[in-house]
Structures are given as C-alpha cells and as structure tokens.
C-alpha cells in the first residue's frame, strides 16, 4: 500500500523523489519505497522529510511515533505558561510578531488591549508590507456568540462595544488591501495570536474576562501536537467567518 500523504505532500510541494532525497542525503529509491510501499523511515529521516515538507511527521507516519513520543514532543513545545494576560510583558508580544516572516495571525472577539496599541499595529503594517500574511479575526458584535460572551463576564452589551471600538482603532490597517479581516460568529475557548510557528494561547474561563484567564506560550516542535491543534482551530475559524469590507 501507498503512502499517499507523502505522495500528495510531495506533489503539493513540488517537490520530486529525487530532489528529496538529494536533500536528506539518501538513495532515491529508498524515498521511493517510502511512498510507494509505505515503508517507515527511520526516526532521523522522518524528522528531516518533515522539517523540509514543512508538514507534521505524525501526518505522514500517523503509525510511526508511539504515545509517549508524542506526549514528549507536545510537552516540549509549552514554552511558558502565564497565570494572567496581564502578566505577559509588553515585550513578549512584540517579539512574538517581530519574528514573524511568513505569517501573523489574530483571534479574538475584541481584543481591546492588542489594537489600542499603537506600536504593535504599526508593525502589522510593516510587517504585512514585507510580504507577511497578516490575518485578523474579530467577533461579530450583532452575533449570539458575542452577546452571551458579554453576558459570562458580566459585562453584557460591553463586549458588542469593545468590538465597535476596535473597528475603529484597526481604521488605518483596515483600508490596506494587505492585511485582512474577518468577522466570526463562533463559541470562542481561547483567542489565539500566532507569528509562524509562535502562538500565545489566551485560555477563556467562564466568568473571568480574558484578561485574567491563563497564557500558554507554544513553539512548534515536530512531532508535537500542541501547536498543530490550536492552527487547525485557527484556520476552522477563518474559513467559517465573513470578510469584512474596508
């Protein structure tokens, strides 16, 4: 049987058996077992496969790495763990989306705190004029969702406000065509503020403003879990919501 993961991957990539294995120093035809016999790389070649596929070595081994290895691996990728939002320093976000070269994502329902800062939006803008894919997710203020967030944190019409207001702030990166917003209409359990492989996870907690709720700094490691999970979560979101028009 074929290993038809590896197979799309590489056609996806564009990527042929032969410059693969010129790129993990092995024999073309050992690659080309891999694919079409399904064979199992050993563990080295299957971290060098994935790192240069850029794509999860558990998607295309799903078999290959045990329980505990990825238990492992996902656990390496908590980098810190911050009991509050409002512990995380001003300075972790700003690295977070400095090091961003490919990608810089936002999901939220208002997060007031990230737009009323001047200096971080200005940075999305230089960043989305140096060719990064920047993404902003906002609540819906007129949606169901919104309203019973506002009512979980006692603040009710407060939160359709909050997101008004951030409209306003995001004024200047909204009339740029490269940068792009959308406005979701989904239960959210945690915002999500990702720079390529980065996340910051802002958990929500039933009655407790996201402020106050914990922060999980991840770092993708291969073969970890973690990263990936809240990514596909990201992307769920995006699909589902509706453009916002400048």
Known sequence: MANERLRATLLQRGVSIAQLAEA?????????????????????????????????????????????????????????????????????????????????????????????DAGLLRMFGEKAEAGVRVRILLGDPDSAEVAQRGKDEGIDDGMAFKIRNVLVLYRSLRERSDVEFRLHSTVLYNSIYRADDQFLVNTHVYGVPAGNAPVFHLRKVIGGDMVSTYATSFERVWDGARPLES
């Open 24 to 116: 993990i120093a092995v024999d073309p035809k050992t690659v080309e077992r891999w694919v079409t016999k399904s064979r199992a790389p050993y563990r080295k070649h299957r971290f060098a496969v994935a790192s240069y596929l850029d794509t999860e070595e558990t998607y295309l081994w799903p078999e290959a790495l045990t329980r505990d290895q990825v238990a492992s691996a996902s656990e390496s990728e908590i980098v810190t763990v911050y009991p509050h939002r409002w512990a995380v320093p001003r300075d972790v976000w700003g690295r977070l989306f400095a090091a961003a070269s490919e990608e810089i994502g936002v999901l939220v329902y208002s997060g007031l705190f990230l737009a009323d």
